[in-house]
T-cell receptor, first 116, second 110 residues
Framework: EAEVAQSPRYKITEKSQAVAFWCDPI?????LYWYRQILGQGPELLVQ????????DSQLPKDRFSAERLKGVDSTLKIQPAELGDSAMYLC??????????????FGPGTRLTVL | DAKTTQPPSMDCAEGRAANLPCNHS???????VYWYRQIHSQGPQYIIHGLKNNETNEMASLIITEDRKSSTLILPHATLRDTAVYYC???????????FGTGTRLQVFP
């Protein structure tokens, strides 16, 4: 069964450093999402791509976060500079755009970021 | 999107049915009910979704009341591996966004 791949699985960094996370969606899935999950809470959407275009980045802290999906396949989420409050699980999800009903999102294993 | 209410935690004996309730009294006609679960330190896993009819797949059954104001996820024979946080999400056809609450933490015990 195809899965969403993410790397690294764990990342420890010091505040003010730059970090980057990578996501490879399920093959053929045009829509890609990045979520952030703070410990004890549910995931929150940061950014949504349709192919290579950003559809929704209203919750992305644009002063320090950036996301790209240059060829419409894999994606990178970057934080620069990292702050203590960025410690969280960063989840990538993908879905196939069918249009017939809400697309089911499939999640990767996540990257757990710890900022010291 | 309509708001959902779930109990914060539940227990279930291994081998018994786990019935997880969800209240979504403000759901509108074009909104679906989705269930995901998240096992510790993993990404959320899709379980099932429905609009108004009851649904069943290899993982679970979803029972939606006739007025659609509440639903129940049923795991027919819970195992220890079903211990997880279960999220009930109401989602419109017009949006791709999933809005997660805090879910129900299900503990399956031997």
């Amino acid at each position: 069964e195809a899965e969403v791949a993410q790397s690294p699985r764990y990342k420890i960094t010091e505040k003010s450093q730059a970090v980057a996370f990578w996501c490879d969606p399920i093959s053929g899935h045009a829509t890609l999402y990045w979520y952030r999950q703070i410990l004890g809470q549910g995931p929150e959407l940061l950014v949504q791509f349709q192919d290579e275009s950003v559809v929704d980045d209203s919750q992305l802290p644009k002063d320090r976060f950036s996301a790209e999906r240059l060829k419409g396949v894999d994606s990178t989420l970057k934080i620069q500079p990292a702050e203590l409050g960025d410690s969280a699980m960063y989840l990538c999800a993908s879905s196939k755009r069918t249009g017939a009903s809400p697309d089911t999102q499939y999640f990767g294993p996540g990257t757990r970021l710890t900022v010291l | 999107d309509a708001k959902t209410t779930q109990p914060p935690s539940m227990d279930c004996a291994e081998g018994r049915a786990a019935n997880l309730p969800c209240n979504h009294s403000t759901i509108s006609g074009n909104e679906y009910v989705y269930w995901y679960r998240q096992i510790h330190s993993q990404g959320p896993q899709y379980i099932i979704h429905g609009l108004k009819n009851n649904e069943t797949n290899e993982m679970a059954s979803l029972i939606i009341t006739e007025d659609r104001k509440s639903s129940t996820l049923i795991l027919p024979h819970a195992t220890l591996r079903d211990t997880a946080v279960y999220y009930c999400i109401v989602r419109s056809l017009n949006t791709d966004k999933l809005i997660f609450g805090t879910g129900t933490r299900l503990q399956v015990f031997p």
